[in-house]
């Protein structure tokens, strides 16, 4: 699925209340759960995943979901077997033994209620940390890295008071994701939809056709020392993910009902155009270099690869069902996808643009997180209640942990080695990473 929260029944909260849709009805959205045709995979409750081939079908899902849990973070130490490339047999395969897990495992370290019904958590790289609470709080929670809740920031604006006078009055936004400039001076926050007077009273929708025709939405910008919005921007409908161009020059934000990719000029704060990509774009990464932004798009089998020097587009092909978020590596040769659609993260080779890779860590993978260095990726497991680490030389997992319900989203902090995951159901839970 997208951004709406849903329970293992399958029902979407709405700010107007708790709606009950069908399985197939998600189905259609090509955003939950694997189409007929792909296998599907384990459920996430194992301790280790399993790397496939890309020539072979995962492995059978397991039905039990992994219980969540508030007061433990042990995962075993030794992954399942794993699946890899072999030399000419019966089947083409051979089953390799568990290798260990590396030295420092992942324990919990906090556990953050109260006030928080969490889209996203996202680390500014400078001891503070955004969490998003989408419409059911219509706010921005900040918190330090001693866990305290610096400030509760509001989503209402007076948009004309921003340059928008054909917006008169208050509105209410959304937030779904933060993304920080370089210098950790601002944060950019996407709004699911805006609140409030006509153009603004519809709702946006997970499922949605360009001819819906939602109304746009806005970007806010957080000046970090205030913690205050400074600056809106409009872009196209229900805009989701956005990031920042390591160079600051731009803000690219993912708008989801305009099948589209807006470009913002950071100086100017301004719209600079909307490059069309395809249904349901979602999970941006930009190489260190500022040159390429790869964007997810959910609805499809692709990654788009957007140059930045004249937003051209070329296509990464088959990368599996309903790609959504993503992560580069620091040398910019290895992008890592969640593949929603199949349950399993990819390994793409920048160079040929294929995937060479994949591993088995959940169900409904969804956000992921690097550590500085690129040695591992964490990945959320939506609907198995779990938080994996995955060593990315190998793609292997080395550690499943157990979180509140529908962990989503996820975010580290290089200064404390802290992985941070925003659950759903309304709590964030810290976990430390390696040996104190």
Aim: glycine letters at 8%.
């Amino acid at each position: 699925m997208g951004d709406m929260r849903s329970t293992k029944s399958a029902s979407f909260r709405t700010a107007s209340g708790l709606i009950a849709v069908t399985v197939a009805a998600v189905l259609a959205a090509g955003c939950t759960a694997a189409p007929a045709s792909v296998a599907p995979t384990p459920s996430g409750n194992a301790t280790g995943g399993q790397p496939i081939t890309t020539a072979s079908a995962a492995a059978p899902r397991s039905s039990a979901l992994a219980a969540p849990s508030s007061t433990t973070a042990a995962g075993s130490t030794a992954p399942a077997p794993v699946v890899t490339s072999a030399g000419p047999s019966s089947s083409g395969m051979v089953t390799t033994p568990p290798q260990p897990a590396p030295d420092g495992q992942l324990t919990l370290a906090k556990t953050i209620l109260g006030h928080l019904d969490v889209k996203s958590v996202v680390a500014s790289g400078h001891g503070l940390f955004f969490a998003q609470n989408m419409m059911y709080l219509h706010t921005i929670n900040v918190y330090d890295r001693n866990y305290k809740l610096v400030k509760i920031i509001p989503d209402s604006v007076k948009l004309a008071d921003f340059g928008y006078p054909q917006y008169p009055g208050t509105y209410k936004g959304a937030p779904v994701e933060t993304a920080f400039t370089p210098d950790g001076k601002y944060a950019y926050v996407s709004n699911y939809s805006m609140y409030g007077a006509a153009p603004f009273d519809r709702e946006g929708s997970d499922t949605c056709k360009l001819s819906d025709h939602f109304p746009n939405s806005f970007v806010y910008r957080v000046n970090t020392s205030t913690l205050s919005i400074d600056q809106v921007i409009e872009v196209g409908s229900v805009p989701k993910y956005v990031a920042v161009t390591p160079n600051g020059k731009y803000v690219l934000v993912s708008n989801w009902c305009s099948y589209s990719e807006s470009i913002i000029d950071a100086a100017t704060g301004k719209q600079l155009m909307q490059i069309s990509v395809g249904a349901f774009p979602r999970g941006i990464a930009v190489d260190s270099t500022s040159s390429t932004a790869y964007v997810a798009v959910m609805g499809s089998t692709h990654i788009a690869a957007i140059d930045l020097s004249n937003f051209a587009v070329t296509w990464i092909n088959n990368v599996g069902s309903a790609p959504r978020h993503l992560v580069i590596s620091p040398d910019n040769h290895w992008l890592y996808a969640t593949i929603n659609g199949d349950g399993v993260v990819d390994k793409i080779d920048l160079t040929t643009r294929k995937v060479v890779a994949r591993v088995a860590t959940g169900r409904a993978p969804r956000s992921m997180t690097m550590s500085p260095e690129g040695s591992y990726v964490y990945v959320v497991n939506y609907m198995s209640n779990t938080m994996s680490k995955v060593r990315t030389t190998t793609m292997r997992v080395v550690q499943t942990v157990s979180t509140k319900a529908d962990p989503i989203g996820i975010t580290y902090d290089d200064a404390t080695h802290h992985v941070w995951v925003a659950c759903y159901s309304g709590a964030l839970m810290v976990f430390k990473d390696g040996p104190d």
